[in-house]
């Protein structure tokens, strides 16, 4: 059995950070607010619908996107800790180290021999539970290092509904450039 099903993604349009521009958060789509001050660049999230950003007046898209991009990075870092805490005790593995990444061609990755992972920043996009589902995916390389029967076993052992995670996190929107997993 392959983890590589490939879907048909649907893709968002490159962001150029704008008033009532869609931005996903843990799986929900809020519309983006732009307030110029000259106070501290940040993002607010406020309410169920809105993600306000405070920039400098005239700041760039790249600028922009820089904010958000940390916001974002700082988000998943609180989101991820106590994920990484409960699976690593649950699976009985400790990753040594673990750093949010900015990757283009997977969700996630574990350097067994150094016992790092990887979660790529996009994660802060999606539900709660692909966060999950990523965690335990590389937690479980800590055991099994291959995509193999022993692997797949495992992830029907520490999470039976694994896959149906997995399809939820490739049938999000996600920003161009992104894949599969």
Not at 35 to 64: C, F, I, M, N, W
Not at 97 to 105: E, G, L, Y
Request: glycine share 4%; proline share 4%.
């Amino acid at each position: 059995m392959s983890l590589t099903n490939m879907l048909v993604v649907r893709t968002q349009a490159p962001r150029v950070y704008k008033a009532r521009e869609s931005h996903y958060y843990q799986g929900k789509r809020y519309l983006l607010t732009v307030t110029e001050h000259t106070s501290p660049q940040k993002v607010v999230l406020k309410t169920k619908t809105y993600l306000d950003l405070y920039v400098k007046p005239g700041a760039t898209t790249g600028q922009r996107h820089a904010v958000i991009t940390e916001w974002y990075r700082q988000e998943l870092k609180k989101s991820a800790g106590p994920l990484m805490d409960k699976w690593e005790k649950v699976i009985g593995r400790r990753a040594e180290d673990w750093q949010i990444k900015q990757m283009k061609t997977k969700w996630g990755s574990c350097n067994t021999d150094k016992k790092r992972i990887l979660l790529n920043l996009e994660l802060a996009k999606k539900p709660l539970i692909c966060l999950e589902y990523i965690i335990v995916h590389e937690l479980v390389h800590l055991l099994e290092r291959y995509h193999n029967d022993r692997f797949l076993a495992l992830m029907n052992e520490f999470m039976p509904q694994w896959k149906f995670y997995r399809e939820e996190l490739n049938r999000m929107p996600v920003s161009r450039g992104e894949w599969e997993y």
